[in-house]
Protein backbone atom coordinates (compact mmCIF):
# COMPACT_ATOMS: atom_id res chain seq x y z
CA UNK A 1 0.00 0.00 0.00
CA UNK A 2 1.59 3.35 -1.12
CA UNK A 3 1.73 5.74 2.13
CA UNK A 4 -0.68 7.87 2.95
CA UNK A 5 -0.29 11.75 3.53
CA UNK A 6 -3.17 12.80 6.40
CA UNK A 7 -4.11 17.13 5.40
CA UNK A 8 -4.77 17.15 9.02
CA UNK A 9 -5.57 14.64 12.04
CA UNK A 10 -6.50 16.78 15.35
CA UNK A 11 -5.90 13.75 17.36
CA UNK A 12 -2.47 13.37 16.22
CA UNK A 13 -2.43 16.98 16.39
CA UNK A 14 -3.39 16.86 20.65
CA UNK A 15 -1.29 13.73 21.29
CA UNK A 16 1.46 15.40 22.61
CA UNK A 17 -0.35 17.63 24.89
CA UNK A 18 -2.48 15.07 25.90
CA UNK A 19 -1.18 14.32 29.52
CA UNK A 20 -1.50 18.43 30.04
CA UNK A 21 -4.74 18.97 29.23
CA UNK A 22 -6.02 15.92 30.79
CA UNK A 23 -4.55 17.39 34.19
CA UNK A 24 -5.86 20.71 32.85
CA UNK A 25 -9.61 19.79 32.65
CA UNK A 26 -9.51 17.59 35.45
CA UNK A 27 -8.61 20.39 37.82
CA UNK A 28 -11.33 22.25 36.29
CA UNK A 29 -13.90 19.48 36.49
CA UNK A 30 -12.68 19.44 40.12
CA UNK A 31 -12.93 23.01 40.92
CA UNK A 32 -16.57 23.53 41.05
CA UNK A 33 -16.40 26.70 38.72
CA UNK A 34 -17.77 26.06 35.04
CA UNK A 35 -18.43 29.36 33.87
CA UNK A 36 -16.13 32.03 34.25
CA UNK A 37 -13.63 32.06 36.91
CA UNK A 38 -10.03 31.66 37.56
CA UNK A 39 -9.16 29.34 34.41
CA UNK A 40 -10.72 31.97 32.28
CA UNK A 41 -9.06 35.04 33.91
CA UNK A 42 -5.78 33.40 33.51
CA UNK A 43 -5.70 32.36 29.55
CA UNK A 44 -7.42 36.08 28.87
CA UNK A 45 -4.42 37.53 31.24
CA UNK A 46 -1.48 35.37 28.97
CA UNK A 47 -2.99 35.83 25.65
CA UNK A 48 -2.73 39.74 26.67
CA UNK A 49 0.54 39.40 27.31
CA UNK A 50 1.14 37.11 24.45
CA UNK A 51 0.00 39.30 21.54
CA UNK A 52 1.05 42.58 23.40
CA UNK A 53 -2.22 44.14 24.46
CA UNK A 54 -3.51 45.33 27.40
CA UNK A 55 -6.76 43.27 27.77
CA UNK A 56 -8.33 40.01 26.29
CA UNK A 57 -11.24 38.99 26.28
CA UNK A 58 -12.07 35.31 26.10
CA UNK A 59 -15.37 34.39 24.19
CA UNK A 60 -17.18 31.68 22.84
CA UNK A 61 -15.32 32.00 19.16
CA UNK A 62 -14.39 33.65 16.80
CA UNK A 63 -17.04 34.67 14.40
CA UNK A 64 -18.88 36.02 17.94
CA UNK A 65 -15.63 37.58 18.47
CA UNK A 66 -16.03 39.69 15.79
CA UNK A 67 -19.57 40.52 16.14
CA UNK A 68 -19.10 41.59 19.91
CA UNK A 69 -16.68 44.32 18.13
CA UNK A 70 -18.64 45.75 15.49
CA UNK A 71 -21.72 45.50 18.18
CA UNK A 72 -19.30 47.68 20.49
CA UNK A 73 -18.00 50.06 18.47
CA UNK A 74 -22.10 50.77 17.32
CA UNK A 75 -22.81 50.82 21.31
CA UNK A 76 -19.96 53.53 22.24
CA UNK A 77 -21.11 55.65 19.25
CA UNK A 78 -18.14 55.16 17.07
CA UNK A 79 -19.63 53.16 14.06
CA UNK A 80 -23.08 54.01 12.82
CA UNK A 81 -25.76 51.35 11.33
CA UNK A 82 -24.98 51.64 7.62
CA UNK A 83 -21.29 52.23 7.96
CA UNK A 84 -18.88 51.02 5.58
CA UNK A 85 -16.37 48.27 6.39
CA UNK A 86 -13.71 47.45 3.83
CA UNK A 87 -13.17 43.17 3.53
CA UNK A 88 -11.34 41.06 1.80
CA UNK A 89 -13.31 39.41 -0.98
CA UNK A 90 -11.58 36.21 -0.47
CA UNK A 91 -11.93 35.64 2.98
CA UNK A 92 -13.66 32.90 5.17
CA UNK A 93 -17.68 33.72 5.07
CA UNK A 94 -17.11 34.92 9.08
CA UNK A 95 -15.60 37.88 8.53
CA UNK A 96 -18.20 39.33 6.42
CA UNK A 97 -21.42 37.76 8.76
CA UNK A 98 -20.01 39.73 11.45
CA UNK A 99 -20.14 43.28 9.31
CA UNK A 100 -23.39 42.45 8.28
CA UNK A 101 -24.34 41.44 11.94
CA UNK A 102 -23.99 44.21 13.62
CA UNK A 103 -26.09 46.35 10.94
CA UNK A 104 -22.97 47.57 9.26
CA UNK A 105 -22.24 47.27 4.93
CA UNK A 106 -19.40 44.87 4.05
CA UNK A 107 -17.63 46.22 0.92
CA UNK A 108 -16.03 43.93 -0.12
CA UNK A 109 -12.21 44.10 -1.56
CA UNK A 110 -9.83 42.10 -4.24
CA UNK A 111 -6.92 40.19 -3.30
CA UNK A 112 -3.29 41.22 -4.08
CA UNK A 113 -2.19 38.44 -6.67
CA UNK A 114 0.91 37.83 -4.91
CA UNK A 115 0.00 38.13 -0.81
CA UNK A 116 -3.25 36.35 -1.22
CA UNK A 117 -4.69 39.44 1.33
CA UNK A 118 -6.21 42.34 0.53
CA UNK A 119 -4.89 44.59 -1.63
CA UNK A 120 -4.50 47.67 -0.23
CA UNK A 121 -4.52 49.58 -3.71
CA UNK A 122 -7.88 48.10 -3.78
CA UNK A 123 -9.28 49.10 -0.80
CA UNK A 124 -8.35 52.60 -1.32
CA UNK A 125 -10.45 52.45 -4.48
CA UNK A 126 -13.10 50.91 -2.57
CA UNK A 127 -13.16 53.91 -0.17
CA UNK A 128 -16.59 56.18 -0.41
CA UNK A 129 -17.39 58.74 2.55
CA UNK A 130 -19.57 56.44 4.22
CA UNK A 131 -16.35 54.28 4.81
CA UNK A 132 -15.19 54.12 8.51
CA UNK A 133 -13.36 51.02 9.36
CA UNK A 134 -11.48 47.94 7.86
CA UNK A 135 -11.16 44.80 8.72
CA UNK A 136 -7.61 43.16 7.52
CA UNK A 137 -8.00 39.60 7.53
CA UNK A 138 -4.59 37.48 7.96
CA UNK A 139 -5.34 34.95 5.33
CA UNK A 140 -3.34 31.68 5.66
CA UNK A 141 -1.42 33.07 8.65
CA UNK A 142 0.01 36.08 6.31
CA UNK A 143 -0.22 39.28 7.85
CA UNK A 144 -2.64 41.67 6.00
CA UNK A 145 -0.31 45.10 6.78
CA UNK A 146 1.97 47.53 5.09
CA UNK A 147 3.02 50.72 4.65
CA UNK A 148 0.02 51.41 2.25
CA UNK A 149 -2.43 50.11 4.13
CA UNK A 150 -1.18 52.12 7.25
CA UNK A 151 -1.29 55.62 5.20
CA UNK A 152 -4.91 54.78 4.14
CA UNK A 153 -6.11 53.94 7.44
CA UNK A 154 -4.29 57.39 9.05
CA UNK A 155 -5.94 59.74 5.57
CA UNK A 156 -9.36 58.30 5.81
CA UNK A 157 -8.87 57.68 9.85
CA UNK A 158 -10.80 54.37 9.82
CA UNK A 159 -11.15 51.74 12.58
CA UNK A 160 -8.79 49.05 12.81
CA UNK A 161 -10.53 45.57 13.28
CA UNK A 162 -8.15 42.83 12.85
CA UNK A 163 -9.69 39.16 11.59
CA UNK A 164 -6.65 37.35 13.23
CA UNK A 165 -8.52 33.42 13.38
CA UNK A 166 -5.38 32.40 11.21
CA UNK A 167 -2.18 34.26 12.11
CA UNK A 168 -1.74 34.01 15.56
CA UNK A 169 1.96 34.55 16.25
CA UNK A 170 2.79 36.69 13.40
CA UNK A 171 4.89 39.77 12.80
CA UNK A 172 4.51 42.69 10.67
CA UNK A 173 7.20 44.02 8.82
CA UNK A 174 5.54 47.46 9.58
CA UNK A 175 4.30 48.39 13.15
CA UNK A 176 0.68 48.73 14.10
CA UNK A 177 -1.47 51.74 13.83
CA UNK A 178 -0.31 53.44 17.00
CA UNK A 179 3.48 52.24 16.28
CA UNK A 180 3.21 49.88 19.47
CA UNK A 181 3.54 46.60 18.23
CA UNK A 182 4.44 44.53 15.14
CA UNK A 183 1.97 41.18 16.82
CA UNK A 184 -0.88 40.54 14.57
CA UNK A 185 -3.81 41.11 17.50
CA UNK A 186 -1.76 44.28 17.91
CA UNK A 187 -1.37 45.81 14.81
CA UNK A 188 -5.09 47.92 14.68
CA UNK A 189 -7.73 48.73 17.40
CA UNK A 190 -9.06 45.43 17.78
CA UNK A 191 -8.29 41.92 16.99
CA UNK A 192 -10.47 38.85 16.82
CA UNK A 193 -9.04 35.41 17.41
CA UNK A 194 -10.45 32.23 16.71
CA UNK A 195 -9.03 29.03 18.23
CA UNK A 196 -11.43 26.42 16.38
CA UNK A 197 -9.74 23.27 16.35
CA UNK A 198 -8.16 23.10 13.06
CA UNK A 199 -6.77 26.59 13.97
CA UNK A 200 -2.99 27.03 14.55
CA UNK A 201 -3.99 27.01 18.27
CA UNK A 202 -6.76 25.21 18.59
CA UNK A 203 -8.86 24.23 21.58
CA UNK A 204 -11.23 21.01 21.71
CA UNK A 205 -13.81 23.02 20.72
CA UNK A 206 -15.35 26.57 19.87
CA UNK A 207 -13.50 29.50 21.62
CA UNK A 208 -12.37 32.75 20.97
CA UNK A 209 -10.79 36.07 22.10
CA UNK A 210 -11.24 40.19 21.29
CA UNK A 211 -7.75 41.56 21.91
CA UNK A 212 -7.70 45.52 22.12
CA UNK A 213 -5.37 48.57 24.25
CA UNK A 214 -8.73 50.36 24.24
CA UNK A 215 -10.23 49.87 28.17
CA UNK A 216 -13.99 51.37 26.56
CA UNK A 217 -14.00 48.71 24.19
CA UNK A 218 -12.76 45.53 26.07
CA UNK A 219 -15.54 46.73 29.23
CA UNK A 220 -18.37 46.65 26.47
CA UNK A 221 -17.69 43.81 24.56
CA UNK A 222 -16.94 41.81 28.11
CA UNK A 223 -20.62 43.49 29.12
CA UNK A 224 -22.08 42.05 25.56
CA UNK A 225 -21.00 38.61 26.04
CA UNK A 226 -22.74 38.59 29.22
CA UNK A 227 -25.94 39.29 28.50
CA UNK A 228 -24.97 42.63 28.51
CA UNK A 229 -24.73 43.45 32.52
CA UNK A 230 -21.76 45.41 34.29
CA UNK A 231 -22.41 43.68 36.80
CA UNK A 232 -24.65 41.04 38.56
CA UNK A 233 -28.10 41.41 37.50
CA UNK A 234 -27.77 44.75 36.21
CA UNK A 235 -27.57 45.27 32.88
CA UNK A 236 -26.37 48.13 30.75
CA UNK A 237 -27.13 46.84 26.89
CA UNK A 238 -29.50 44.17 25.84
CA UNK A 239 -26.17 41.51 25.48
CA UNK A 240 -25.58 37.88 24.57
CA UNK A 241 -24.22 35.05 25.99
CA UNK A 242 -20.98 34.66 24.29
CA UNK A 243 -18.46 33.87 27.03
CA UNK A 244 -15.62 31.52 26.88
CA UNK A 245 -15.69 28.04 28.50
CA UNK A 246 -13.69 27.31 31.72
CA UNK A 247 -12.70 23.80 30.55
CA UNK A 248 -11.10 25.47 26.61
CA UNK A 249 -9.37 28.45 28.27
CA UNK A 250 -7.49 25.38 30.80
CA UNK A 251 -7.04 23.91 27.37
CA UNK A 252 -5.43 26.68 25.47
CA UNK A 253 -3.49 27.25 28.75
CA UNK A 254 -2.17 24.27 28.33
CA UNK A 255 -1.27 24.76 24.14
CA UNK A 256 -0.45 28.65 24.32
CA UNK A 257 3.11 28.20 25.78
CA UNK A 258 4.00 26.46 22.62
CA UNK A 259 2.57 29.08 20.14
CA UNK A 260 6.32 29.27 18.70
CA UNK A 261 7.55 25.84 18.47
CA UNK A 262 4.05 25.34 16.47
CA UNK A 263 5.34 28.12 14.25
CA UNK A 264 8.80 27.00 13.97
CA UNK A 265 7.30 23.91 12.80
CA UNK A 266 5.08 24.79 10.56
CA UNK A 267 7.39 27.32 8.74
CA UNK A 268 9.68 24.01 8.32
CA UNK A 269 7.52 22.22 6.61
CA UNK A 270 6.77 25.65 4.24
CA UNK A 271 10.46 25.80 3.69
CA UNK A 272 10.70 22.50 2.51
CA UNK A 273 8.15 22.36 0.20
CA UNK A 274 9.27 26.10 -1.06
CA UNK A 275 12.68 24.53 -1.73
CA UNK A 276 11.32 20.93 -2.93
CA UNK A 277 8.53 22.37 -5.26
CA UNK A 278 9.76 22.89 -8.87
CA UNK A 279 7.08 22.53 -11.04
CA UNK A 280 6.32 24.56 -14.25
CA UNK A 281 2.48 23.88 -13.23
CA UNK A 282 2.49 25.01 -9.45
CA UNK A 283 2.66 28.37 -8.36
CA UNK A 284 4.10 28.69 -5.04
CA UNK A 285 3.08 30.86 -1.92
CA UNK A 286 5.28 33.79 -0.86
CA UNK A 287 8.31 33.01 1.79
CA UNK A 288 7.94 33.80 4.73
CA UNK A 289 10.27 36.74 6.07
CA UNK A 290 11.00 37.16 9.54
CA UNK A 291 7.54 35.78 10.66
CA UNK A 292 5.37 37.62 8.80
CA UNK A 293 3.65 33.90 7.66
CA UNK A 294 2.85 31.29 10.03
CA UNK A 295 1.37 29.04 7.65
CA UNK A 296 -2.20 28.40 8.71
CA UNK A 297 -2.19 26.42 5.18
CA UNK A 298 0.53 26.39 2.61
CA UNK A 299 -1.84 27.53 -0.64
CA UNK A 300 -0.56 26.88 -4.14
CA UNK A 301 -2.63 27.64 -7.30
CA UNK A 302 -2.55 25.43 -10.26
CA UNK A 303 -4.41 26.01 -13.68
CA UNK A 304 -5.68 22.35 -13.68
CA UNK A 305 -6.25 22.21 -9.73
CA UNK A 306 -9.08 19.72 -9.66
CA UNK A 307 -6.75 17.06 -11.90
CA UNK A 308 -4.04 18.22 -9.46
CA UNK A 309 -5.80 17.26 -6.40
CA UNK A 310 -7.18 14.46 -8.46
CA UNK A 311 -3.55 12.91 -9.07
CA UNK A 312 -2.30 13.65 -5.17
CA UNK A 313 -5.28 12.01 -3.72
CA UNK A 314 -4.62 9.21 -5.88
CA UNK A 315 -0.83 8.90 -4.50
CA UNK A 316 -2.02 9.08 -1.13
CA UNK A 317 -1.85 12.98 -0.23
CA UNK A 318 -5.05 14.68 1.10
CA UNK A 319 -5.33 18.32 0.42
CA UNK A 320 -7.76 20.86 0.64
CA UNK A 321 -9.63 23.93 -0.75
CA UNK A 322 -10.03 27.17 1.18
CA UNK A 323 -12.27 28.67 0.06
CA UNK A 324 -14.03 27.54 -3.46
CA UNK A 325 -16.50 29.57 -3.69
CA UNK A 326 -15.89 33.84 -2.64
CA UNK A 327 -18.16 35.39 -0.24
CA UNK A 328 -20.04 37.38 -3.09
CA UNK A 329 -21.08 33.99 -4.55
CA UNK A 330 -22.48 32.28 -1.46
CA UNK A 331 -26.11 32.01 -1.67
CA UNK A 332 -26.62 34.25 1.40
CA UNK A 333 -24.51 37.39 -0.82
CA UNK A 334 -25.70 36.86 -3.97
CA UNK A 335 -28.25 39.45 -4.52
CA UNK A 336 -26.37 41.85 -1.96
CA UNK A 337 -23.21 41.69 -4.37
CA UNK A 338 -25.07 41.30 -7.24
CA UNK A 339 -22.89 42.74 -10.14
CA UNK A 340 -20.25 43.16 -8.30
CA UNK A 341 -16.85 41.06 -9.77
CA UNK A 342 -13.14 39.99 -7.93
CA UNK A 343 -11.00 38.60 -10.76
CA UNK A 344 -8.50 37.86 -8.43
CA UNK A 345 -10.54 36.04 -5.33
CA UNK A 346 -12.75 34.29 -8.36
CA UNK A 347 -9.09 32.98 -9.76
CA UNK A 348 -8.11 32.14 -6.45
CA UNK A 349 -10.88 29.58 -5.64
CA UNK A 350 -10.51 28.60 -8.87
CA UNK A 351 -7.07 27.57 -8.84
CA UNK A 352 -6.06 27.37 -5.42
CA UNK A 353 -5.08 23.82 -3.41
CA UNK A 354 -4.05 23.95 0.41
CA UNK A 355 -1.44 21.48 1.09
CA UNK A 356 -0.81 19.73 4.51
CA UNK A 357 0.78 21.89 6.73
CA UNK A 358 0.06 20.87 10.45
CA UNK A 359 1.89 19.07 13.48
CA UNK A 360 0.99 15.26 11.27
CA UNK A 361 2.80 16.57 8.64
CA UNK A 362 7.24 16.59 8.81
CA UNK A 363 9.78 18.03 6.70
CA UNK A 364 10.34 14.68 4.93
CA UNK A 365 6.42 14.12 4.05
CA UNK A 366 6.98 17.50 2.37
CA UNK A 367 9.68 16.90 0.99
CA UNK A 368 7.90 13.43 -0.79
CA UNK A 369 4.97 15.32 -1.39
CA UNK A 370 6.97 18.04 -3.17
CA UNK A 371 8.30 15.06 -5.47
CA UNK A 372 4.90 13.69 -6.03
CA UNK A 373 3.71 17.69 -7.26
CA UNK A 374 7.19 17.77 -9.42
CA UNK A 375 5.82 14.44 -11.15
CA UNK A 376 2.61 16.02 -12.13
CA UNK A 377 1.94 16.56 -15.57
CA UNK A 378 -1.61 18.23 -16.75
CA UNK A 379 -3.46 15.73 -19.12
CA UNK A 380 -1.72 12.68 -18.22
C1 LIG B 1 -12.10 30.36 11.57
C2 LIG B 1 -12.27 31.75 11.11
C3 LIG B 1 -13.25 32.59 11.63
C4 LIG B 1 -14.32 32.12 12.55
O1 LIG B 1 -13.88 31.56 13.72
P1 LIG B 1 -14.85 30.50 14.49
O2 LIG B 1 -14.15 30.31 15.78
O3 LIG B 1 -14.89 29.28 13.65
O4 LIG B 1 -16.16 31.15 14.63
C5 LIG B 1 -13.30 33.89 11.20
N1 LIG B 1 -12.42 34.36 10.29
C6 LIG B 1 -11.49 33.57 9.74
C7 LIG B 1 -10.55 34.15 8.74
C8 LIG B 1 -11.38 32.24 10.11
O5 LIG B 1 -10.45 31.46 9.55
Redesign the pocket.
Known amino acids: MPKSYTFLDLDLVNRPYMADIRAALDRVALSGRYVGGPEVDAFENELAAATGTRYAVGVS??????RLIFRAYILLGRLQPGDEVLVAAN??V??VLAVSDAGLRPVLVDADGETMNMSADAAARAVTPRTRAILP?H?YGRTCWDEKMKDLVREHDLIVVE?N??AIGARSAVSGIDDRSHNTGALGHAA?F???PT?NIGALG???AVTTDDSELAATVRALANYGSDRRYHNIFKGFNCRLDPLQAAVLRVKLPHLDAVGKARDEVAAAYLSHIVSPYVRQPLPSVEGDCVW?QFVVRCDSRDELRAYLAANGVQTDINYPLPVHRQPCYVKEFAGCSFPVAERLSDTLLCLPVSACTSVADACEISEIINSYVPGQ
Open positions: NGLDALTYASVLDAQASFYKDAGH
